[in-house]
Nanobody, 115 residues
Framework: QVQVVESGGGLVQPGGSLRLSCAAS????????MAWYRQAPGKQRELVAA???????NYSDSVKGRFTISRDNAKNTVYLQMNSLKPEDTAVYYC?????????WGQGTQVTVSS
């Protein structure tokens, strides 16, 4: 059974930082592509960043240079370091697991950027 659990969201002021974590179980982590998506109120869910099992990364243009995705294979965990946060980064952030051509999602964690 695949389980995906996010943590680390919260309220932060503009310009601040947060780190999200996502722990996955029930998969072979080292061959799994992990990704972060987000969904703001009234908007579609969008890809924020992704990292393959081999460590190749890609980012949406809106977060390039501010967010960093990384993984710790020993802990079956992927991270999203978010710096220079803006109000438009406010959203529910979801961890996505792409394992053997099946998609699995976490429950989401709220990130609010506001003064």
């Amino acid at each position: 059974q695949v389980q995906v659990v996010e943590s680390g969201g919260g309220l932060v002021q503009p310009g601040g930082s947060l780190r999200l974590s996502c722990a996955a179980s029930g998969i072979i982590f080292t061959i799994t592509t992990m990704a972060w998506y987000r969904q703001a109120p009234g908007k579609q869910r969008e890809l924020v960043a992704a990292i393959t099992g081999g460590g190749k990364v890609n980012y949406s243009d809106s977060v390039k240079g501010r967010f960093t995705i990384s993984r710790d294979n020993a802990k079956n965990t992927v991270y999203l370091q978010m710096n220079s946060l803006k109000p438009e980064d406010t959203a529910v952030y979801y961890c996505n697991v792409d394992f053997l051509n099946k998609q699995y999602w976490g429950q989401g964690t709220q990130v609010t950027v506001s003064s």
